[in-house]
């Protein structure tokens, strides 16, 4: 399948600089030994930027938003809509319009599937989710198909971690409703071609979600270009604060829907008979939002702009192909996932022969390295691979190759703990 | 850090005691550590007045300190009622490993008393709370 985002001119950096700025890499471990961080697809820590951003909204900037006739009030609400407005330039949104603030991915997904899909789907309606979902774009599936009667049905996966192309396409011939897929893969690291599946779920006349929690923090993404319906992020993987994400959704599509929470500033008009909605974003942000860190979700996207996306995903493939490289000279070491680099992006899923990913992160904690080892909410995939776990690594811009050794030197420690052959 | 995995676990890993499927037996239960997909069954075989444990095994896939756990705790149930059984102290079982269990690996180390203690009642148990049981197992003092 094609590959979405060439590659425009590329600025290496250097990820190991990048660490200074980052108060957590000072951070004493027990080990003795630096913090080599390869957790990021589970969340990323924050640069001071971002952690000052927050203080100086907390500390300045802040009062509700909305509604405050004063100046301190129509300075929050500025800023915080001048961060859906980045946002919404950082993800390629046509309008900032269209851009929800939510508390995460799981929100964003939660509200489509409460929202679109209650007032859109009836018994005999088919909806598509896939073998590869993190459980946040599947489990809001099951209860949605629940509640109305649809079918649901997941598109398979192949051994080597793609979505079944001939598997899809033989779904998509029953016209289903809705089509929701993840742009990267949490568990397998599979990048998707999102553009190409967008056009054939198109042609059967199906909307589009796309789960883009672990895509947008590590590669250019452009909703619009991507042709995509919905897309759904969160702020927390991508340098920002914890407890703010996005939905994005096309205009005509957010209108149409009923609010997914109701009450304060998402309504225009209240009597005790009844209620007029506020126009989108707004209808869908009830009560107050997450005001600050909204601000720092600006400073993490400044950030990353100041590093440029491009160079991000140049970063994350190079870290991908040496660790990848690396992974597969370890015998008896199994490696999840696409081979090629153009589909992989920097998360890394393994298992290792006769020993449990639990006590494989326990032996890397001990090395100072912090990877994620279960089933990264995303049991399905384990089951495809009758696996109970994997061992999982992902990189980000503050990973360099020496992680990449220290990645290694922790596998060379668990085999000689566990006497591997 | 290698002194959680030290011999003496990983010895019980490599070759546990009690491993398999009793048949017949009187008890069995399934169960698993959702955290990290450790499935273990147990099955348990009684005296003819069904009273006490004869013999008992367990099965399933699991990390070093899972299994090095059941095997030591099965070790110990023989000629045990089950009066005995339902009064096994977790914070036991955790000591029994010898080797300091953290709050990440807790569930790891408790997965055999759990699957124990659901044969004996014949539904799924609860898992122990987790705060009393870190408690008594620092109070213990089972760190080597």
């Not at chain 1, 900032?96 to 799981?106: C, L, P, Q």
């Not at chain 1, 919905?230 to 703010?244: E, N, Q, T, V």
């Amino acid at each position: 399948m094609a590959i979405e985002q060439a590659a425009p001119d590329v600025t290496p950096f250097d990820g190991a600089a990048l660490r200074a700025d980052f108060p957590v890499f000072d951070r004493p471990h027990r080990s003795g030994r630096a913090l080599c961080y390869l957790d990021s697809a589970a969340s990323s820590p924050k640069p001071q930027a971002v952690i000052d951003a927050l203080a100086d909204a907390y500390g300045h900037h802040y009062a509700n938003v909305h509604r405050g006739i004063y100046e301190l009030s129509e300075d929050a609400t500025a800023r915080f809509e001048a961060a859906r407005t980045a946002l919404a330039r950082f993800i390629g949104a046509p309008s900032e319009r269209e851009v929800i603030f939510v508390r995460n991915a799981t929100e964003a997904i939660n509200l489509v599937a409460y929202s679109w899909g209650r007032s859109n789907l009836g018994p005999g309606d088919l909806i598509l989710s896939t073998e590869m979902e993190h459980h946040a774009n599947l489990v809001p599936w099951q209860q949605v198909a629940a509640a109305t009667g649809a079918t649901l049905e997941y598109v398979r996966l192949t051994d080597d971690g793609r979505l079944d192309p001939d598997d899809l396409r033989a779904r998509l011939a029953r016209r289903p409703k809705l089509l929701a897929f993840s742009q990267v893969s949490n568990a397998l690291g599979t990048i998707n071609p999102v553009a190409e599946i967008t056009r054939l779920a198109h042609g059967a006349g199906a909307i589009v979600v796309l789960d883009a929690a672990q895509s947008v923090p590590h590669m250019p993404v452009d909703v619009a270009a991507l042709g995509v319906d919905f897309a759904a992020l969160s702020g927390h993987k991508m340098l920002g604060p914890s407890g703010i994400g996005a939905l994005w959704g096309r205009r005509e599509l957010l209108d149409a829907m009923p609010p997914f929470m109701t009450g304060g500033s998402m309504i225009t008009r209240v009597t005790l008979a009844g209620t007029e909605w506020n126009e989108v974003p707004w209808k869908f942000e009830a009560g107050t939002p997450a005001i600050a860190e909204a601000m720092g979700l600006a400073a993490a996207i400044e950030y990353l702009e100041r590093i440029g996306m491009s160079n991000v995903r140049a970063h994350e493939r190079l870290l991908f192909e040496r660790a990848w490289a690396a992974l597969g000279d370890v015998p008896g070491l199994r490696r999840l996932g696409p081979d090629s680099p153009d589909d992989h992006a920097g998360v890394i899923s393994f298992v290792l022969d006769g020993v449990h990913p639990h006590d494989v992160a326990t032996i890397f904690d001990g090395d100072g390295v912090a990877v994620r080892a279960g089933h990264h909410c995303a049991q399905p995939v384990m089951q495809r691979y009758d696996l109970p776990a994997t061992t999982r690594a992902s990189f980000y811009v503050y990973n360099d190759l020496d992680d990449i050794e220290r990645l290694v030197g922790a596998i060379d420690t668990t085999r000689r703990i566990f006497g591997a052959r | 850090m290698d002194n959680l995995y030290r011999d003496f676990i990983l010895e019980h890993y490599r070759t546990p005691h009690n491993h398999g499927v009793l048949e017949p037996h009187d008890l069995h239960f399934a169960d698993s550590n959702p955290t990290c997909g450790d499935e273990m069954s147990m099955t348990l075989r009684l005296d003819d007045g069904k009273q006490r444990v004869v013999d008992v095994a367990f099965d399933g896939r699991g990390c070093a300190i899972s299994q090095a756990s059941a095997s030591i705790l099965t070790d110990e149930l023989r000629g045990l009622s089950l009066d005995d059984l339902r009064a096994i102290d977790p914070k036991d079982v955790v000591e029994n490993l010898g080797v300091p269990i953290g709050p990440a690996r807790l569930r790891c180390a408790l997965l055999s008393y759990k699957v124990l203690q659901g044969a004996v009642i014949g539904a799924e148990a609860r898992w122990p709370d987790e705060a009393e049981v870190l408690a008594g197992a620092n109070e213990g003092g089972s760190a080597p």
